[in-house]
């Protein structure tokens, strides 16, 4: 069964600028998997940031970016903010109708 | 504005079955599959599978094959997740959530993405 990765932790300086990522446990991740990302704050549904790779949903800033590096899905966050310090989950879409979550990654500003 | 409004928390004893409903409003339900996550206490989302109100076709998780069932009924925009023989684990918060589209010229396309979620259902389950 393929499990999708990502950091279960990372902080950053506010003003910073931090890449979390979303793996494969065996292969690599490509447009084609549509990978999707989504902000949480606790107790909060989630809220979507980015979708189709590198796509912005509605009113998201654009410190938000999205890609391809390497062989994952990288989400960027540029200019970090208290305000970002969230849970941040991705996505990938794995065919046949089947989507895969990621463990989430927690993100601390300081 | 698009909203999806889920049914209240529930309080379930393991073996129980638990319903929970996902009511839209603001755009036309029968347009957008609906998809169904959880979240169990200090973990991760997981998905759960999806429903397409036009066409009726479902896709679940291998994981809850043979204990979930979703359904939608279009005369109210409403969808339902069924979870059934509850056990401790299945203790979460259950999201609903609103598939993407893609729209070309000709037509509209399901996009891989949740663009609208629910406030998400508590269900703990307890004996």
């Known amino acids: 069964q393929t499990v999708v990765t990502q950091e279960a932790s990372l902080s950053v300086s506010p003003g910073g600028t931090v890449t979390l990522t979303c793996g494969l446990s065996s292969g690599s991740v490509s447009t084609s998997y549509y990978p999707s990302w989504y902000q949480q704050t606790p107790g909060q549904p989630p809220r979507t940031l980015i979708y189709n790779t590198n796509t912005h949903s509605s009113g998201v800033s654009d410190r938000f970016s999205g890609s391809i590096l390497g062989n994952k899905a990288a989400l960027t966050i540029t200019g970090a903010q208290a305000q970002d310090e969230s849970d941040y989950h991705c996505?990938?879409?794995?065919?046949?109708?089947?989507?895969?979550f990621g463990g989430g990654t927690k993100l601390t500003v300081l | 504005q698009v909203q999806l409004v889920q049914s209240g928390d529930e309080v379930k004893k393991p073996g129980a079955s638990v319903k929970v409903s996902c009511k839209a409003s603001?755009?036309?339900?029968?347009?957008?599959?609906i998809t169904w996550v959880r979240q169990t206490p200090g973990q991760g989302l997981e998905w759960m599978g999806w429903i397409s109100p036009y066409y009726g076709n479902i896709n679940y998780a291998q994981k809850f094959q043979g204990r979930v069932t979703m359904t939608t009924d279009t005369s109210t925009s409403t969808a339902y997740m069924d979870l059934r023989s509850l056990r401790s684990d299945d203790a979460a918060v259950y999201y609903c959530a609103r598939e993407g589209r893609y729209c070309n010229v000709t037509a509209c396309f399901p996009f891989y993405y949740m663009d609208v979620w629910g406030k998400g259902t508590t269900v703990t389950v307890s004996s």
């Open positions: 996505v990938l879409y794995m065919g046949s109708g089947i989507w895969v």
């Open positions: 603001g755009y036309t339900f029968s347009s957008y599959r």
